[in-house]
């Protein structure tokens, strides 16, 4: 998702696991910034010296981000699965999927667990700004489901990969989910 190009390989930028872990709840009475947007690596890249182009400038205020760890994560599970012609977030189809065979209309997207609000977490929500908070992950749910109807209609396959399946103890499993969605007939 969107981010300054790093490396395959490289270590994540902060970014890299912001799309994954709750931010931690500032409590802060008198705070009146929605909870703990202040340190993402959203933030911090606005502020890196490296944003000078427009279009970097861009891709660093997107709402999505790429090259998140978990992201990386299916790429290389892909490539050792033998399909490494993969496309990143493909503009040409609705929802810009994270990774897409466009050939052959595969759409896959890695979700973070606590933005997309996966059903098998179930994430706690944060406990200050409940409104806020609720009203945001409402529309990523809703965009997400209509991202998912609207590919489908154009007949793409979408495949969701959520971060939870990327731990250890899941990626057996999710290689072979991976691999029922890619392989050619
Ligand atoms: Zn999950």
Redesign the pocket.
Known sequence: MEKPEVEEGAPALAGGTDDARPPASSGAADDPRPPALASTADDVLRQAPAATSAAVRKCMQGNKRRDTTPELKVRALLRELGYPGYRLDWKKAPGHPDIAYPGRKIAIFV?G?FWHR??????PQPKSNVAYWQAKFDRNVERDARTRRALEEAGWKVVYI????LKKSHLEATRRKLHEAVRRP
């Open positions: 979700m667990c996966c059903p098998v977490c179930d994430l959520w971060e939870h399946e």
